[in-house]
């Protein structure tokens, strides 16, 4: 009886402390990475797509890998040309 | 005789003008004037600060200079990351009508997805964009982005803003999609 007791009484903190620990993951406030949907340009209309449009080549560079990988501080370091430099007050 | 009549029209009119300054005092220290966001301000007082707001962006904004390079993917793909991430929660994506934020925030932000804001010359409309993202808006929820983020990622983010409205959800989910590590 005593056994169960102890036993119980280790448990149970100890799945409280896991459930803290766990709703507490700062990986679970984090917003999921969203990988592009590909497969729905397949389904557009390809007779009404201008691929001179930069919406279209931006689309054909992600879905075809060119957009490289993004950095840790959420901006890509694609090898996509340089926009020019600007500098404004 | 009208140099005396002026005179006591000029006290009369210093007194009333201290009177009204004094109740305006009374009436800041009062704190009868409700700060909510839940209570909108009245027409009078919406009138004045959306006045007040758009004529100090338009000055400030207007010797910016344009990039002439802003149409291009390699913009839209960093300026479609840098949205999702920092403004959909509050000016929408195009799949979206609502979010909390927008639900509660007084003034209500615009919903970027639909409209632009109504400043006649495109070029005008980006260099106020630049600037509003750049420096933000006070007693508004818009921060001011400029700390924190470059001139060229402020850009990107006006390039990508300019595509906004005509994107259908499935071009804004590939767009603003990061790809896999």
Aim: overall charge neutral; charged content about 25%; hydrophobic content about 40%.
């Amino acid at each position: 009886m005593k056994r169960h007791l102890l036993l119980y009484l280790i448990a149970l903190p100890a799945l409280v402390l896991t459930l803290t620990a766990q709703a507490h993951d700062p990986k679970e406030h984090m917003n999921e990475k969203q990988t592009p949907d590909c497969a729905a340009m397949k389904e557009m209309d390809h007779s009404k797509m201008n691929m001179n449009d930069p919406v279209m080549q931006a689309m054909m560079q992600k879905c075809m890998g060119k957009d490289t990988k993004m950095s840790s501080d959420g901006h890509d370091e694609a090898e996509v040309k340089e926009p020019a430099k600007h500098k404004h007050k | 005789m009208v140099s005396f009549g002026f005179v006591r029209c000029i006290k009369c009119l210093s007194v009333a003008a201290g009177l009204m300054v004094l109740t305006g005092i009374a009436f800041i220290y009062s704190g009868l004037y409700p700060m909510g966001a839940d209570n909108q301000h009245t027409k009078l007082t919406f009138w004045v600060l959306e006045t007040l707001r758009e004529r100090s962006i338009s000055r400030a904004a207007q010797d910016i200079e344009v990039p002439l390079d802003l149409d291009t993917p390699a913009r839209l793909l960093r300026g479609g990351s840098d949205y999702a991430a920092m403004c959909a929660s509050c000016h929408l994506a195009p799949d979206k009508n609502e979010t909390d934020f927008t639900k509660g925030l007084y003034p209500k932000p615009p919903n970027l997805t639909m409209t632009h804001l109504d400043h006649g010359d495109p070029k005008d409309q980006d260099k106020q964009y630049f600037w509003i993202i750049k420096h933000g808006i006070k007693g508004s929820g818009m921060p001011a982005w400029g700390p924190g983020h470059t001139d060229e990622q402020i850009w990107n983010l006006v390039a990508f803003l300019k595509r906004l409205p005509e994107l259908t959800p499935a071009q804004y989910q590939i767009l603003t999609a990061n790809v896999p590590e």
